[in-house]
Protein backbone atom coordinates (compact mmCIF):
# COMPACT_ATOMS: atom_id res chain seq x y z
CA UNK A 1 0.00 0.00 0.00
CA UNK A 2 1.45 3.20 -0.91
CA UNK A 3 1.32 6.45 1.18
CA UNK A 4 2.53 10.11 1.46
CA UNK A 5 4.37 10.13 4.31
CA UNK A 6 4.69 13.67 5.34
CA UNK A 7 6.38 14.60 9.01
CA UNK A 8 3.64 15.64 11.09
CA UNK A 9 4.26 17.89 13.54
CA UNK A 10 2.93 19.04 17.01
CA UNK A 11 1.96 22.57 16.15
CA UNK A 12 -0.11 20.95 12.90
CA UNK A 13 -1.55 18.46 15.31
CA UNK A 14 -2.97 21.65 17.90
CA UNK A 15 -3.35 23.67 14.49
CA UNK A 16 -5.51 20.44 13.41
CA UNK A 17 -7.87 20.23 16.47
CA UNK A 18 -8.89 24.17 16.52
CA UNK A 19 -9.49 23.70 12.47
CA UNK A 20 -12.10 20.40 13.90
CA UNK A 21 -13.65 22.97 16.10
CA UNK A 22 -14.34 25.65 13.72
CA UNK A 23 -14.79 24.32 10.13
CA UNK A 24 -12.71 26.59 7.49
CA UNK A 25 -15.32 26.02 4.82
CA UNK A 26 -18.11 26.00 6.85
CA UNK A 27 -20.94 27.57 4.31
CA UNK A 28 -25.08 27.94 4.83
CA UNK A 29 -25.55 27.09 0.57
CA UNK A 30 -27.58 24.10 -0.37
CA UNK A 31 -25.34 21.74 -3.23
CA UNK A 32 -28.58 21.21 -5.26
CA UNK A 33 -26.25 18.55 -7.54
CA UNK A 34 -28.61 15.59 -6.16
CA UNK A 35 -25.65 13.29 -5.14
CA UNK A 36 -24.08 13.25 -1.70
CA UNK A 37 -20.92 13.89 -1.12
CA UNK A 38 -18.63 10.53 -0.73
CA UNK A 39 -16.61 9.82 2.68
CA UNK A 40 -14.54 6.70 1.90
CA UNK A 41 -13.60 5.55 5.99
CA UNK A 42 -10.22 4.30 5.84
CA UNK A 43 -8.95 0.78 7.14
CA UNK A 44 -5.91 -0.22 8.99
CA UNK A 45 -2.31 1.44 8.61
CA UNK A 46 -2.54 4.87 8.55
CA UNK A 47 0.66 6.52 9.92
CA UNK A 48 0.64 7.23 13.16
CA UNK A 49 2.79 9.16 15.46
CA UNK A 50 3.98 9.79 18.77
CA UNK A 51 3.79 12.89 21.19
CA UNK A 52 6.59 14.02 19.73
CA UNK A 53 5.66 13.70 16.27
CA UNK A 54 8.12 10.76 15.41
CA UNK A 55 6.54 7.90 13.21
CA UNK A 56 5.65 5.06 15.42
CA UNK A 57 6.23 2.05 13.19
CA UNK A 58 8.86 4.12 11.19
CA UNK A 59 11.30 0.89 9.66
CA UNK A 60 13.83 3.05 11.95
CA UNK A 61 11.94 1.87 15.12
CA UNK A 62 10.95 -1.40 14.55
CA UNK A 63 15.14 -2.34 13.58
CA UNK A 64 15.77 -0.63 16.88
CA UNK A 65 13.08 -2.93 18.67
CA UNK A 66 14.54 -6.08 17.01
CA UNK A 67 18.56 -5.65 17.19
CA UNK A 68 18.55 -5.91 21.17
CA UNK A 69 16.72 -9.51 20.72
CA UNK A 70 19.51 -10.90 18.05
CA UNK A 71 21.84 -12.14 21.16
CA UNK A 72 18.99 -14.01 22.45
CA UNK A 73 17.99 -15.26 19.09
CA UNK A 74 21.90 -16.85 18.77
CA UNK A 75 21.67 -18.05 22.43
CA UNK A 76 18.71 -20.01 21.72
CA UNK A 77 19.92 -21.12 18.37
CA UNK A 78 23.13 -22.35 20.41
CA UNK A 79 21.36 -23.79 23.19
CA UNK A 80 17.43 -24.17 22.83
CA UNK A 81 16.64 -21.99 25.65
CA UNK A 82 13.14 -21.26 24.86
CA UNK A 83 12.90 -19.13 27.77
CA UNK A 84 15.59 -16.66 26.66
CA UNK A 85 14.26 -16.37 23.21
CA UNK A 86 10.37 -15.44 24.37
CA UNK A 87 12.44 -12.48 26.99
CA UNK A 88 14.03 -11.32 23.66
CA UNK A 89 10.40 -11.28 21.28
CA UNK A 90 8.80 -9.53 24.39
CA UNK A 91 11.18 -6.96 25.04
CA UNK A 92 11.17 -6.23 21.70
CA UNK A 93 7.55 -6.41 20.45
CA UNK A 94 7.04 -4.00 23.96
CA UNK A 95 9.38 -1.82 22.41
CA UNK A 96 7.98 -1.32 19.00
CA UNK A 97 4.71 -0.85 20.59
CA UNK A 98 4.84 1.45 23.32
CA UNK A 99 3.69 4.81 22.00
CA UNK A 100 0.60 2.77 21.34
CA UNK A 101 0.25 0.47 24.03
CA UNK A 102 -2.64 0.50 26.68
CA UNK A 103 -2.02 -0.82 30.01
CA UNK A 104 -5.26 -4.08 31.25
CA UNK A 105 -7.57 -1.37 32.04
CA UNK A 106 -8.40 0.97 28.82
CA UNK A 107 -6.09 3.30 30.17
CA UNK A 108 -3.06 5.42 27.80
CA UNK A 109 -0.81 8.06 29.07
CA UNK A 110 1.12 8.58 25.30
CA UNK A 111 -0.20 10.81 23.02
CA UNK A 112 -1.12 9.22 19.16
CA UNK A 113 -1.50 11.21 16.11
CA UNK A 114 -2.37 10.35 12.53
CA UNK A 115 -1.06 12.51 9.71
CA UNK A 116 -3.07 14.98 7.71
CA UNK A 117 -6.61 14.40 9.83
CA UNK A 118 -8.85 16.88 8.11
CA UNK A 119 -12.65 17.23 7.11
CA UNK A 120 -11.68 19.49 4.16
CA UNK A 121 -12.54 17.91 0.44
CA UNK A 122 -9.61 15.88 -0.75
CA UNK A 123 -8.83 18.31 -3.33
CA UNK A 124 -7.13 20.62 -1.15
CA UNK A 125 -4.45 18.46 -0.20
CA UNK A 126 -4.63 15.59 -2.26
CA UNK A 127 -2.78 16.17 -5.84
CA UNK A 128 -5.34 15.14 -8.27
CA UNK A 129 -2.35 14.68 -11.10
CA UNK A 130 -0.83 12.20 -9.17
CA UNK A 131 -0.78 8.75 -10.01
CA UNK A 132 -1.41 6.92 -6.85
CA UNK A 133 -1.63 3.17 -7.71
CA UNK A 134 -3.91 0.60 -5.73
CA UNK A 135 -4.38 3.01 -3.08
CA UNK A 136 -7.75 4.94 -1.47
CA UNK A 137 -6.40 8.35 -3.11
CA UNK A 138 -7.44 6.88 -6.31
CA UNK A 139 -11.18 6.49 -5.53
CA UNK A 140 -10.99 9.94 -4.40
CA UNK A 141 -9.49 11.40 -7.30
CA UNK A 142 -12.01 9.25 -9.24
CA UNK A 143 -14.81 10.41 -6.89
CA UNK A 144 -13.57 14.06 -7.50
CA UNK A 145 -13.38 13.51 -11.32
CA UNK A 146 -17.41 12.34 -11.05
CA UNK A 147 -18.71 14.81 -8.76
CA UNK A 148 -16.63 17.70 -8.84
CA UNK A 149 -15.21 20.12 -5.84
CA UNK A 150 -16.64 19.35 -2.36
CA UNK A 151 -17.43 16.43 -2.81
CA UNK A 152 -14.78 13.67 -2.12
CA UNK A 153 -13.92 13.17 1.70
CA UNK A 154 -11.17 11.06 3.75
CA UNK A 155 -11.84 9.69 7.31
CA UNK A 156 -9.15 8.82 8.99
CA UNK A 157 -8.30 7.92 12.38
CA UNK A 158 -6.08 6.41 15.26
CA UNK A 159 -6.74 2.71 14.34
CA UNK A 160 -4.87 1.68 17.74
CA UNK A 161 -7.85 3.87 19.81
CA UNK A 162 -11.06 3.05 21.37
CA UNK A 163 -13.55 2.34 17.95
CA UNK A 164 -16.21 4.43 20.37
CA UNK A 165 -14.04 7.53 20.21
CA UNK A 166 -13.35 7.15 16.92
CA UNK A 167 -17.27 6.21 15.98
CA UNK A 168 -18.16 9.73 17.69
CA UNK A 169 -14.95 11.40 15.94
CA UNK A 170 -16.25 10.25 12.63
CA UNK A 171 -20.06 11.79 13.45
CA UNK A 172 -18.20 14.90 13.91
CA UNK A 173 -16.63 14.80 10.71
CA UNK A 174 -20.12 13.98 8.87
CA UNK A 175 -21.52 16.87 10.43
CA UNK A 176 -18.86 18.99 8.82
CA UNK A 177 -19.25 17.30 5.35
CA UNK A 178 -22.52 17.69 5.48
CA UNK A 179 -22.44 21.48 6.39
CA UNK A 180 -18.99 22.18 4.41
CA UNK A 181 -20.62 20.19 1.19
CA UNK A 182 -24.25 21.79 1.61
CA UNK A 183 -26.02 18.23 1.46
CA UNK A 184 -27.94 16.66 4.24
CA UNK A 185 -26.64 13.17 4.31
CA UNK A 186 -23.22 12.03 3.16
CA UNK A 187 -22.74 8.51 1.20
CA UNK A 188 -20.06 5.83 2.62
CA UNK A 189 -17.62 3.95 1.44
CA UNK A 190 -16.11 1.67 4.34
CA UNK A 191 -12.90 0.30 3.52
CA UNK A 192 -11.29 -2.62 5.51
CA UNK A 193 -11.27 -2.01 9.54
CA UNK A 194 -13.22 1.27 8.48
CA UNK A 195 -16.42 -1.31 7.80
CA UNK A 196 -15.74 -1.68 11.91
CA UNK A 197 -15.49 1.55 12.29
CA UNK A 198 -18.50 2.60 10.40
CA UNK A 199 -20.59 -0.50 12.08
CA UNK A 200 -19.69 1.13 15.40
CA UNK A 201 -21.28 4.64 14.17
CA UNK A 202 -24.10 3.28 12.65
CA UNK A 203 -24.52 1.42 16.06
CA UNK A 204 -24.25 4.88 18.15
CA UNK A 205 -25.67 7.43 15.51
CA UNK A 206 -27.93 5.41 12.91
CA UNK A 207 -28.46 6.15 9.57
CA UNK A 208 -30.00 9.22 9.62
CA UNK A 209 -27.17 10.72 7.61
CA UNK A 210 -26.16 8.40 5.72
CA UNK A 211 -27.98 8.29 1.80
CA UNK A 212 -25.53 5.10 0.06
CA UNK A 213 -23.78 2.70 2.01
CA UNK A 214 -20.73 0.31 0.42
CA UNK A 215 -19.19 -2.29 3.24
CA UNK A 216 -16.02 -2.54 0.52
CA UNK A 217 -14.07 -5.83 1.58
CA UNK A 218 -14.99 -4.52 4.83
CA UNK A 219 -13.77 -6.11 8.38
CA UNK A 220 -17.01 -5.30 10.10
CA UNK A 221 -17.62 -9.09 10.33
CA UNK A 222 -14.84 -9.46 11.48
CA UNK A 223 -11.49 -11.75 10.55
CA UNK A 224 -11.18 -15.37 11.36
CA UNK A 225 -7.55 -14.64 11.77
CA UNK A 226 -7.54 -12.30 14.27
CA UNK A 227 -10.37 -14.71 16.26
CA UNK A 228 -8.40 -17.76 16.03
CA UNK A 229 -5.28 -15.43 17.13
CA UNK A 230 -7.86 -14.11 20.22
CA UNK A 231 -9.12 -17.61 20.58
CA UNK A 232 -5.31 -18.91 21.47
CA UNK A 233 -4.92 -20.82 17.90
CA UNK A 234 -1.91 -20.41 16.38
CA UNK A 235 -0.73 -21.86 13.07
CA UNK A 236 2.21 -21.06 10.82
CA UNK A 237 1.48 -22.51 7.27
CA UNK A 238 4.56 -22.88 5.09
CA UNK A 239 2.71 -23.53 2.03
CA UNK A 240 0.72 -20.30 2.36
CA UNK A 241 3.62 -18.73 3.57
CA UNK A 242 5.39 -19.37 0.26
CA UNK A 243 2.29 -18.32 -1.49
CA UNK A 244 2.06 -15.32 0.67
CA UNK A 245 5.00 -13.84 -0.55
CA UNK A 246 4.92 -15.26 -4.50
CA UNK A 247 1.58 -13.48 -4.55
CA UNK A 248 3.29 -10.07 -3.68
CA UNK A 249 5.98 -10.53 -5.91
CA UNK A 250 3.99 -11.30 -8.94
CA UNK A 251 0.72 -10.74 -7.84
CA UNK A 252 -0.76 -13.79 -8.37
CA UNK A 253 0.07 -17.30 -7.05
CA UNK A 254 -0.77 -20.11 -8.77
CA UNK A 255 0.21 -23.44 -7.24
CA UNK A 256 3.22 -24.16 -10.16
CA UNK A 257 5.22 -21.55 -9.37
CA UNK A 258 5.17 -22.52 -5.39
CA UNK A 259 6.64 -25.71 -5.14
CA UNK A 260 10.16 -24.95 -5.47
CA UNK A 261 9.71 -22.21 -2.06
CA UNK A 262 7.18 -25.02 -0.14
CA UNK A 263 10.02 -26.93 1.39
CA UNK A 264 11.73 -24.01 2.93
CA UNK A 265 8.50 -22.32 4.23
CA UNK A 266 7.66 -25.59 5.90
CA UNK A 267 10.81 -25.49 7.50
CA UNK A 268 10.00 -22.00 8.72
CA UNK A 269 6.40 -22.76 9.86
CA UNK A 270 7.89 -26.21 11.87
CA UNK A 271 10.30 -23.89 13.35
CA UNK A 272 7.31 -21.34 14.61
CA UNK A 273 4.94 -23.99 15.23
CA UNK A 274 7.80 -25.55 17.77
CA UNK A 275 7.98 -22.40 19.31
CA UNK A 276 4.72 -22.27 19.99
CA UNK A 277 4.06 -25.85 21.19
CA UNK A 278 7.23 -24.95 24.12
CA UNK A 279 6.72 -21.32 25.05
CA UNK A 280 2.77 -20.55 23.71
CA UNK A 281 1.91 -19.55 27.26
CA UNK A 282 4.68 -17.08 27.96
CA UNK A 283 3.97 -15.96 24.49
CA UNK A 284 0.28 -15.05 25.28
CA UNK A 285 0.87 -14.01 28.29
CA UNK A 286 3.62 -11.65 27.82
CA UNK A 287 3.03 -10.69 24.66
CA UNK A 288 0.11 -10.96 22.61
CA UNK A 289 -2.19 -10.46 25.45
CA UNK A 290 -0.90 -7.52 27.02
CA UNK A 291 -0.05 -5.76 23.42
CA UNK A 292 -2.73 -6.72 21.42
CA UNK A 293 -5.55 -8.25 23.76
CA UNK A 294 -5.36 -4.59 25.84
CA UNK A 295 -5.62 -3.01 22.44
CA UNK A 296 -9.10 -1.70 22.16
CA UNK A 297 -9.41 -1.31 18.73
CA UNK A 298 -8.52 -5.10 17.68
CA UNK A 299 -11.98 -5.84 19.79
CA UNK A 300 -13.35 -5.25 16.61
CA UNK A 301 -12.01 -7.44 14.39
CA UNK A 302 -12.55 -10.57 16.19
CA UNK A 303 -15.97 -12.27 14.16
CA UNK A 304 -19.09 -12.40 16.52
CA UNK A 305 -18.92 -16.69 16.45
CA UNK A 306 -15.45 -16.11 18.16
CA UNK A 307 -16.14 -13.19 20.79
CA UNK A 308 -16.96 -15.31 24.01
CA UNK A 309 -14.02 -17.88 24.17
CA UNK A 310 -11.73 -14.86 22.91
CA UNK A 311 -12.65 -12.79 26.22
CA UNK A 312 -11.69 -15.89 27.93
CA UNK A 313 -8.31 -16.14 27.14
CA UNK A 314 -7.51 -12.39 26.66
CA UNK A 315 -8.97 -10.77 29.28
CA UNK A 316 -8.30 -12.93 32.65
CA UNK A 317 -5.98 -10.07 33.33
CA UNK A 318 -7.89 -7.54 32.56
CA UNK A 319 -8.79 -4.68 34.74
CA UNK A 320 -13.11 -3.67 34.97
CA UNK A 321 -12.76 -0.59 32.46
CA UNK A 322 -11.50 -3.06 30.02
CA UNK A 323 -14.04 -5.73 30.64
CA UNK A 324 -16.43 -3.45 30.91
CA UNK A 325 -15.19 -1.85 27.34
CA UNK A 326 -15.57 -5.08 25.09
CA UNK A 327 -19.05 -6.51 26.90
CA UNK A 328 -20.32 -3.00 25.91
CA UNK A 329 -18.94 -3.34 22.14
CA UNK A 330 -20.09 -7.03 22.14
CA UNK A 331 -23.36 -5.73 23.41
CA UNK A 332 -24.21 -2.35 21.21
CA UNK A 333 -21.81 -3.46 17.58
CA UNK A 334 -20.50 -7.20 17.60
CA UNK A 335 -23.73 -8.66 18.57
CA UNK A 336 -26.18 -6.87 16.64
CA UNK A 337 -24.33 -6.56 12.88
CA UNK A 338 -26.63 -9.04 11.25
CA UNK A 339 -29.74 -7.01 12.51
CA UNK A 340 -28.27 -3.94 11.34
CA UNK A 341 -27.79 -5.36 7.89
CA UNK A 342 -31.16 -6.64 8.16
CA UNK A 343 -32.39 -3.39 8.85
CA UNK A 344 -30.26 -1.71 6.44
CA UNK A 345 -31.31 -4.16 3.32
CA UNK A 346 -34.95 -3.05 4.16
CA UNK A 347 -34.84 0.50 4.86
CA UNK A 348 -35.90 2.99 1.96
CA UNK A 349 -33.78 5.63 3.84
CA UNK A 350 -30.08 4.09 2.68
CA UNK A 351 -28.91 1.89 0.08
CA UNK A 352 -26.38 -1.02 1.13
CA UNK A 353 -23.82 -2.17 -0.92
CA UNK A 354 -20.86 -5.24 0.12
CA UNK A 355 -18.32 -5.95 -2.11
CA UNK A 356 -15.84 -9.20 -1.53
CA UNK A 357 -12.97 -10.16 -3.36
CA UNK A 358 -11.25 -13.63 -3.20
CA UNK A 359 -8.71 -15.74 -4.65
CA UNK A 360 -5.52 -14.67 -2.69
CA UNK A 361 -3.81 -15.71 0.10
CA UNK A 362 -3.80 -14.52 3.17
CA UNK A 363 -1.25 -14.06 6.11
CA UNK A 364 -0.78 -17.56 7.38
CA UNK A 365 -0.93 -17.50 11.10
CA UNK A 366 -4.09 -19.04 11.42
CA UNK A 367 -6.24 -22.26 10.20
CA UNK A 368 -7.49 -19.79 7.95
CA UNK A 369 -4.12 -19.77 5.80
CA UNK A 370 -6.45 -22.67 3.73
CA UNK A 371 -9.39 -19.90 3.43
CA UNK A 372 -10.05 -17.62 0.26
CA UNK A 373 -8.99 -13.52 0.88
CA UNK A 374 -8.65 -11.06 -1.17
CA UNK A 375 -5.10 -11.03 0.23
CA UNK A 376 -5.64 -9.20 3.93
CA UNK A 377 -9.41 -10.42 4.95
CA UNK A 378 -11.21 -13.64 4.73
CA UNK A 379 -13.94 -13.98 1.89
CA UNK A 380 -16.24 -15.34 4.17
CA UNK A 381 -16.37 -12.23 6.77
CA UNK A 382 -16.34 -9.51 3.83
CA UNK A 383 -18.85 -11.24 1.68
CA UNK A 384 -21.06 -11.40 5.29
CA UNK A 385 -20.75 -15.26 5.66
CA UNK A 386 -21.02 -16.21 1.78
CA UNK A 387 -20.18 -20.19 1.33
CA UNK A 388 -16.54 -20.06 0.03
CA UNK A 389 -13.88 -23.32 -0.75
CA UNK A 390 -10.93 -23.20 0.74
CA UNK A 391 -8.15 -21.68 -1.32
CA UNK A 392 -7.60 -23.82 -4.61
CA UNK A 393 -10.28 -26.10 -4.36
CA UNK A 394 -14.01 -25.62 -5.26
CA UNK A 395 -17.40 -26.47 -3.47
CA UNK A 396 -17.25 -29.92 -5.61
CA UNK A 397 -19.43 -31.37 -7.98
CA UNK A 398 -21.99 -32.59 -5.91
CA UNK A 399 -22.58 -29.19 -3.67
CA UNK A 400 -25.89 -27.51 -4.19
CA UNK A 401 -26.66 -23.78 -3.32
CA UNK A 402 -27.56 -23.96 0.48
CA UNK A 403 -30.14 -21.00 0.83
CA UNK A 404 -32.60 -21.27 -1.96
CA UNK A 405 -33.18 -17.74 -3.55
CA UNK A 406 -34.93 -18.53 -6.09
CA UNK A 407 -31.83 -18.29 -8.39
CA UNK A 408 -28.07 -19.10 -9.03
CA UNK A 409 -26.00 -17.45 -6.78
CA UNK A 410 -22.98 -19.81 -7.28
CA UNK A 411 -19.66 -18.35 -9.23
CA UNK A 412 -19.07 -19.36 -12.48
CA UNK A 413 -15.74 -21.43 -11.16
CA UNK A 414 -17.86 -23.13 -8.40
CA UNK A 415 -15.97 -21.69 -5.22
CA UNK A 416 -18.36 -18.85 -3.80
CA UNK A 417 -21.90 -19.54 -2.57
CA UNK A 418 -23.71 -15.70 -2.21
CA UNK A 419 -26.79 -17.64 -0.80
CA UNK A 420 -25.80 -17.74 2.30
CA UNK A 421 -24.72 -14.17 2.56
CA UNK A 422 -26.57 -11.58 4.95
CA UNK A 423 -27.50 -9.61 2.16
CA UNK A 424 -27.41 -12.00 -0.87
CA UNK A 425 -28.81 -9.47 -3.70
CA UNK A 426 -26.33 -6.68 -2.53
CA UNK A 427 -23.51 -8.52 -2.50
CA UNK A 428 -20.79 -8.27 -5.49
CA UNK A 429 -17.50 -11.02 -5.64
CA UNK A 430 -14.61 -9.99 -7.42
CA UNK A 431 -12.10 -13.12 -8.07
CA UNK A 432 -8.27 -12.09 -8.43
CA UNK A 433 -8.53 -8.55 -6.97
CA UNK A 434 -7.22 -7.39 -4.15
CA UNK A 435 -7.85 -5.90 -0.89
CA UNK A 436 -8.93 -1.91 -1.27
CA UNK A 437 -6.83 -2.04 -4.57
CA UNK A 438 -9.12 0.97 -6.91
CA UNK A 439 -7.04 2.32 -10.13
CA UNK A 440 -7.71 4.46 -13.02
CA UNK A 441 -8.45 2.39 -16.74
CA UNK A 442 -9.32 -0.48 -15.20
CA UNK A 443 -12.90 -0.34 -14.36
CA UNK A 444 -12.52 -0.58 -10.45
CA UNK A 445 -13.17 2.86 -9.83
CA UNK A 446 -15.82 2.83 -12.21
CA UNK A 447 -17.57 0.21 -10.10
CA UNK A 448 -17.18 1.93 -6.92
CA UNK A 449 -18.83 5.38 -8.22
CA UNK A 450 -21.60 3.20 -9.54
CA UNK A 451 -22.24 2.05 -6.34
CA UNK A 452 -21.57 5.25 -4.38
CA UNK A 453 -24.24 7.02 -6.57
CA UNK A 454 -27.03 5.10 -6.57
CA UNK A 455 -30.07 7.07 -6.24
CA UNK A 456 -31.80 4.00 -5.31
CA UNK A 457 -31.48 0.61 -4.21
CA UNK A 458 -29.41 -1.70 -6.99
CA UNK A 459 -29.05 -5.33 -6.94
CA UNK A 460 -26.64 -7.75 -8.48
CA UNK A 461 -29.38 -7.45 -11.29
CA UNK A 462 -29.41 -3.93 -11.66
CA UNK A 463 -26.35 -3.53 -14.50
CA UNK A 464 -25.44 -6.40 -16.47
CA UNK A 465 -22.07 -4.60 -16.22
CA UNK A 466 -21.80 -5.17 -12.85
CA UNK A 467 -23.82 -8.65 -12.17
CA UNK A 468 -22.89 -10.34 -8.63
CA UNK A 469 -19.69 -12.12 -9.98
CA UNK A 470 -17.18 -10.39 -11.43
CA UNK A 471 -13.55 -11.06 -12.62
CA UNK A 472 -10.15 -9.16 -12.32
CA UNK A 473 -8.48 -9.44 -15.11
CA UNK A 474 -4.87 -8.68 -14.05
CA UNK A 475 -3.49 -8.87 -17.80
CA UNK A 476 -4.93 -6.37 -19.22
CA UNK A 477 -6.23 -5.14 -16.69
CA UNK A 478 -9.81 -4.78 -16.50
CA UNK A 479 -12.46 -5.56 -13.98
CA UNK A 480 -15.38 -7.61 -16.38
CA UNK A 481 -18.27 -9.68 -15.73
CA UNK A 482 -17.85 -13.16 -14.72
CA UNK A 483 -19.83 -14.98 -16.93
CA UNK A 484 -18.52 -18.30 -19.12
CA UNK A 485 -17.68 -17.49 -22.68
CA UNK A 486 -20.41 -18.98 -25.26
CA UNK A 487 -17.51 -19.06 -27.79
CA UNK A 488 -19.24 -17.40 -30.42
CA UNK A 489 -15.58 -15.16 -30.77
CA UNK A 490 -16.40 -14.37 -34.40
CA UNK A 491 -19.65 -13.03 -33.47
CA UNK A 492 -21.53 -14.25 -36.45
CA UNK A 493 -24.41 -16.58 -34.17
CA UNK A 494 -22.91 -19.42 -34.47
CA UNK A 495 -19.99 -21.79 -32.21
CA UNK A 496 -17.89 -22.91 -35.33
CA UNK A 497 -14.71 -24.45 -36.12
CA UNK A 498 -13.13 -21.11 -36.80
CA UNK A 499 -14.20 -19.74 -33.62
CA UNK A 500 -11.96 -22.67 -32.28
CA UNK A 501 -9.63 -21.65 -34.74
CA UNK A 502 -9.45 -18.31 -33.25
CA UNK A 503 -8.87 -19.08 -29.74
CA UNK A 504 -6.13 -21.14 -30.53
CA UNK A 505 -4.41 -17.99 -32.42
CA UNK A 506 -5.36 -16.16 -29.42
CA UNK A 507 -3.69 -18.39 -26.88
CA UNK A 508 -0.31 -18.51 -28.83
CA UNK A 509 -0.43 -14.91 -28.84
CA UNK A 510 -0.88 -14.61 -32.53
CA UNK A 511 -3.90 -12.53 -32.27
CA UNK A 512 -5.48 -9.86 -29.45
CA UNK A 513 -9.06 -9.86 -29.03
CA UNK A 514 -10.76 -6.74 -28.56
CA UNK A 515 -12.12 -6.83 -24.85
CA UNK A 516 -15.65 -7.06 -25.54
CA UNK A 517 -15.31 -10.55 -27.15
CA UNK A 518 -13.01 -12.04 -24.44
CA UNK A 519 -14.85 -13.33 -22.11
CA UNK A 520 -16.64 -15.15 -25.01
CA UNK A 521 -13.32 -17.12 -25.81
CA UNK A 522 -13.04 -17.94 -22.36
CA UNK A 523 -15.00 -20.31 -22.71
CA UNK A 524 -13.95 -22.69 -19.26
CA UNK A 525 -14.27 -19.37 -17.27
CA UNK A 526 -10.79 -19.84 -15.78
CA UNK A 527 -9.32 -15.96 -16.40
CA UNK A 528 -6.83 -16.88 -19.52
CA UNK A 529 -7.68 -18.24 -23.19
CA UNK A 530 -6.02 -21.36 -23.82
CA UNK A 531 -6.42 -24.54 -25.87
CA UNK A 532 -8.52 -25.57 -23.46
CA UNK A 533 -11.00 -22.92 -24.80
CA UNK A 534 -10.65 -24.26 -28.43
CA UNK A 535 -11.44 -27.42 -27.57
CA UNK A 536 -14.79 -26.86 -25.63
CA UNK A 537 -16.01 -24.56 -28.91
CA UNK A 538 -14.93 -27.34 -31.02
CA UNK A 539 -17.21 -29.94 -29.11
CA UNK A 540 -19.56 -27.18 -28.88
CA UNK A 541 -19.69 -27.18 -32.93
CA UNK A 542 -19.65 -30.47 -33.24
CA UNK A 543 -22.59 -30.97 -31.72
CA UNK A 544 -24.30 -28.39 -33.40
ZN1 LIG B 1 -23.53 18.39 -4.41
Known amino acids: MKKVKVVLSVVLSVLLVVLTVSPAFATDEKCDCGTAPIVQVRGIGETLYDGEGNEVFS ?10 AIPNLTYYLATGDVDVLVDGVK ?16 NRDTVVTVEGYTSDPVETYVDLNEDYPSSEYT ?32 NEFIQEVKEKSGHDKVSICAESMGGCMTNTYLALYGYDDVYNLVMSNSAFNGLE ?24 IY ?5 ASLIPYIPIFEQLALFANDLFEQAGDRIYEEVLIPIFGYLPSFWCLVP ?4 EEAMEKMLPGAGPELIAFVNEYYEKVVSKTDERVAELVESEDVNYFCTSNYNKYIAPVTVSAKWNSDGVIETYNTSGFATVADLGTTLGVDYVQAVDTGRNMISPDNVVDASTCQAPMMTWFTKN ?36 FMYYNTEIPMLMP ?8 SGDGRVTAFDATLILKASAGMICFPTENLSEADVNCDGVITAADARIVLKKASEI
Do not use: R
Open 482 to 489: YICGSGDV
Open 139 to 170: LSQAVYNELGEGHSYLFIYDWTANPFDIAEDL
Open 91 to 106: QAVMDIFAPVSYDNNL
Open 251 to 255: GSAEY
Open 304 to 307: EYHF
Open 225 to 248: MVGQLFIGNPQIDGEALAGMIVQS
Open 59 to 68: AENIIKGILP
Open 433 to 468: WGHIAYNHDDGTCDFYIWLLTAKEQYTIDSNPQYPQ
